[in-house]
């Protein structure tokens, strides 16, 4: 017999069908085995009216009649009328995927990912991100931008400063990208509008809940912008309309988490950065470290600003401090000590950062230098910016974050399918 998918059930209500997949729980009752089978299409509960030596983790082939059953999940079962064990364990499973829920420590989940991954209510998280991939090139694509695919190994740090990975390369050394940014900047001179989906890495020495040192990044850039708020804009669409999609296409596993769809506003508050340091102090007596330009609590107290003024979850924090900002960031033609630098904050913690970029050759110099920067290893680079490169900016979107977020989950690293950090390299 073909195959029969467990979502195509339905289709075959009292006829004989052929499923394969993997038994997540084995339960007896009586005389009765009832066996929940996954494949990559979903679950279903097949029912034995004899003793079965499945187990549960076995790779199995069931045959049997289907039929209607509201009580079950999903309205149907199987009544199993043979098996197949395909594979089976050669020891003990060192965690329990019969039970609704993986309590484990992150450590735990995270050093028998292989098997962690199997859990249904770990797939949500997955389910969700490959989703999010998807609404964004759907997105990007309806509004004209290009996709792109850049180098990561780089002959200077995309970002400078110290936070980047040296690797050998032959008879050199390479930088490992801390994200797309010369490339798409480059690209905007040939496409105009331009977006990738990739890995970045950063060798930043964090012990976070919301870091890790290599991660997808959601990045885009566009020409012939009239000033930052074209990006922002933009962006705001951008948001909308993939959260319309997140929210149809994941309902299930937003359920399965216990929250509710994301709502995008049509227009996404704003507030300058100097701004929201007065409101975060008078407001809520809390004094943002000098050291930074925002850390964590800031975030989190404007975001409360932002849904009690608001009610919004999101909200746009701009004019960051040149000191702060890279380079290539456009300063603020009023005040240059502040540029048209924003992150976009969401439920709390910074989603977004993007700009307006310098695109004038003479200012982009003008402006390495007062920062100190050389520009060995950037020359491809700046040579564009020769040749009549238009106004343009851009953003980057942390992807394992965005589900983070989406879904309540304490710490990125659940949403990241095998984490890197200061500690770990493996699995």
């Not at 859990?119 to 490959?130: G, M, Y």
Request: net charge neutral; hydrophobic share 35%; proline share 4%.
């Amino acid at each position: 017999m073909e195959r029969t998918l467990i979502d195509n059930i339905g289709k075959s209500e009292g006829k004989e069908v052929n499923i394969y997949g993997r038994a997540l729980n084995v339960r007896e009752l009586g005389e009765i085995v009832f066996v929940q089978v996954q494949d990559y299409s979903g679950t279903i509960q097949c029912v034995f009216e004899k003793k079965t030596e499945i187990k549960t983790g076995d790779a199995v082939e069931i045959t049997g009649r289907a039929k209607k059953e509201e009580r079950a999940k999903g309205g149907y079962e199987v009544h199993a009328t043979s098996e197949k064990i395909i594979s089976t364990s050669t020891e003990d499973l060192p965690i329990d995927l019969s039970k609704s829920e993986l309590k484990l420590q992150l450590e735990t989940l995270l050093n028998l990912r292989a098997l962690s991954l199997r859990h249904p209510k770990v797939q949500a998280i997955f389910k969700l991100f490959d989703i999010v991939l998807k609404s964004y090139s759907t997105v990007m694509r309806e509004l004209g931008f290009t996709e792109i695919k850049t180098p990561k190994l780089l002959s200077a740090a995309s970002e400078g400063g110290a936070d980047f990975f040296k690797v050998d390369y032959f008879e050199k050394s390479a930088y490992l990208a801390q994200s797309p940014q010369f490339y798409k900047q480059i690209m905007v001179g040939s496409f105009e509008r331009v977006f990738e989906v990739g890995p970045v890495f950063r060798a930043e020495p964090h012990f976070t809940t919301r870091h890790v040192n290599e991660y997808i990044s959601l990045d885009a850039e566009m020409g012939f912008i009239k000033d930052y708020k074209d990006v922002t804009r933009t962006l705001n669409d951008v948001l909308i309309k993939m959260f319309k999609i997140i929210n149809s296409e994941s309902k299930l596993y937003m359920e399965t988490y216990s929250v509710k769809p994301v709502k995008v506003p049509e227009e996404i508050p704003y507030i300058k950065l100097a701004e929201a340091k007065k409101i975060i102090k008078e407001k809520y007596d809390y004094d943002v470290p000098k050291t930074t330009d925002i850390d964590p609590e800031g975030e989190r107290l404007i975001c409360r600003y932002a849904k009690e003024e608001f009610d919004s979850d999101f909200i746009f924090v701009t004019h960051y401090p040149w000191d702060h900002r890279p380079f290539y960031t456009m300063p603020d033609k009023e005040n240059p000590g502040e540029t048209y630098g924003f992150d976009l904050l969401f439920r709390g913690v910074e989603l977004v950062t993007g700009s307006q970029r310098i695109h004038d050759y003479k200012m982009l110099i003008e402006n390495m230098k007062k920062k100190g920067l050389k520009s060995e290893g950037m020359e491809f680079y700046l040579e564009t910016f020769k040749f009549a490169m238009p106004p343009h900016g851009g953003w980057a979107i942390g992807c394992e974050r965005l589900v983070q977020l989406t879904l309540g989950l304490k710490s990125v690293k659940e949403a990241t399918l095998f984490p890197r950090d200061v500690k770990r390299l493996s699995p």
